[in-house]
């Protein structure tokens, strides 16, 4: 596609309750990045996909955060048991490859109650 | 571990320069970016430096990096109302995804 995609661009979800979020990133691009932001904070990084190796998951926050990419392409982000912390900005993006600019989503805001 | 820091806030007149900090702490950083994120949006990749230049420049846009001390600027000439937003850098090292920092709110008053 023309941009990185990212869905559902709201999501409002109960303490507790699993949620999915969902990245479509640039066609051809092999590099795929989720990042968080909180409320008036940076940009905290989560996990990272390069091509068919291993994803680099350092910055997953607890084991209730896991991602997967399937294809190569499309990624989907999984929170187990949310909490209120986890109430945040989700951000994807991909790059051509892991030395490019990065194409950034709109994001997914994340509102758990 | 790597770090990333900037200023909060910057409030200017539209018509002057703004200019933007950034200190970062890993040495063997190759890139270093800045972006830039409107309210309600994502982040848009503004210009970026390579670590063995000293200055980028791009129209109204002028990166300047002091290796030394590990310094990035960003100076906008003839800030504009529509350049209000918040601006980020971030530095590559390696393969490693991007580190950020915290943003800095950048004000043009009228």
């Known amino acids: 596609g023309a941009g990185v995609s990212q869905s559902p661009s709201n999501k409002v979800t109960e303490k507790g309750k699993d949620v999915e979020l969902r990245c479509d990133p640039i066609?051809?691009?092999?590099?795929l990045y989720w990042y968080r932001q909180s409320l008036g904070q940076g940009l905290e990084f989560l996990i990272y996909?390069?091509?068919?190796?291993?994803?680099?998951k350092s910055g997953l926050p607890s084991d209730r955060f896991s991602a997967e990419r399937t294809g190569g392409s499309v990624s989907t982000l999984t929170i187990q048991r949310t909490q209120q912390e986890d109430s945040a900005v989700y951000l994807c993006?991909?790059?051509?490859?892991?030395?490019?600019?990065?194409?950034f989503g709109s994001g997914t805001r994340l509102t758990v109650v | 571990g790597e770090d990333v820091e900037q200023s909060l806030f910057l409030s200017v007149r539209e018509g002057d320069s703004s200019v933007i900090n950034c200190t970062y702490t890993?040495?063997?950083?190759?890139?270093l970016y800045w972006y830039k994120q409107e309210p309600g949006a994502g982040l848009q990749l503004l210009t970026y430096?390579?670590?063995?230049?000293d200055m980028k420049q791009d129209q109204r846009l002028t990166v300047l990096l002091n290796k030394k001390d590990k310094h990035l600027s960003l100076r906008i000439a003839d800030t504009q109302t529509g350049d209000s937003a918040i601006y980020f850098c971030?530095?590559?090292?390696?393969?490693?995804?991007?580190?950020f920092g915290s943003g800095t709110r950048l004000q043009v008053q009228p």
């Open positions: 993006a991909s790059s051509r490859d892991p030395e490019g600019g990065y194409t």
């Open positions: 066609s051809g691009h092999t590099a």
């Open positions: 996909f390069q091509g068919n190796s291993a994803p680099d």
């Open positions: 890993d040495s063997s950083s190759t890139y």
């Open positions: 430096i390579f670590s063995n230049m």
């Open positions: 971030a530095e590559k090292t390696g393969r490693r995804a991007l580190t």
